[in-house]
């Protein structure tokens, strides 16, 4: 079994009124009761976009599903791996804005070593935590987007050339700047609404 990830965006002045190592347990207990709808037997399968909970703490947070990846975590991590190979064909401004987007978020650098949570905010060290970034992270990385986004097109050539593959998890440039707009409408509606953006692996 792989590595599996779940989205949300959440209200952190709510997460806010528990220490930092207990906010992200405060959103996985309210991701995971019973009141949300989220978990009972004839609750609609949602294939793509967001997920809005009932109850008691549904005004808080929502889930975001991500189109053909079935929850796992391998079409994101494969989307690093393509930058990856990719990134020295790419002009230089878009090779750092780019770095730093998906270092953010879903790839680990050339070092493997790059930090995707917010530790200031969400603590340190809790159980399944794949990201977490607090507002101020999510306003830079929603910007970081709309300057990315609209060069992405000039990538088709060198990313056919250098990335692409017949067969595997985003094995083309259309899934992979598929992804990419995924990642910017979390983004950019956890921006809009002044929230924070949390991966969960369970």
Not at 82 to 87: F, G, I, L, T, Y
Not at 110 to 120: I, M, N, S, V
Not at 166 to 183: A, I, K, M, P
Not at 187 to 193: I, K, P, S, V
Request: net charge negative; glycine share 10%.
């Amino acid at each position: 079994m792989g590595l599996d990830i779940t989205v949300m965006v959440a209200d952190c002045s709510w997460l806010g009124e528990v220490p930092p190592r207990e906010r992200v347990p405060r959103l996985r207990d309210a991701w995971y009761a019973d009141e949300t709808g989220l978990w009972d037997h004839d609750t609609p399968v949602v294939e793509s976009g967001w997920v809005w909970p009932q109850g008691p703490h549904g005004a808080f947070f929502a889930v975001y599903e991500f189109l053909h990846t079935c929850g796992s975590f391998k079409a994101h991590f494969w989307a690093g791996q393509r930058w990856e190979a990719v990134r020295d064909h790419v002009d230089p401004a878009m090779r750092t804005e780019m770095d730093t987007f998906l270092r953010e978020l879903i790839w680990c650098g050339l070092d493997g070593e790059a930090e995707h949570t917010d530790t200031g905010f969400f603590g340190e060290d809790d159980y399944g935590v794949l990201l977490a970034h607090p507002p101020e992270n999510v306003r830079e990385l929603a910007a970081a987007w709309s300057r990315i986004r609209p060069r992405l097109d000039r990538m088709r050539g060198p990313f056919a050339e250098h990335a692409a593959v017949s067969d595997g998890w985003v094995g083309d440039f259309d899934e992979f700047t598929g992804l990419l707009t995924q990642w910017g409408e979390v983004l950019t509606e956890a921006a809009r609404r002044g929230w924070g953006v949390v991966g969960l692996s369970e």
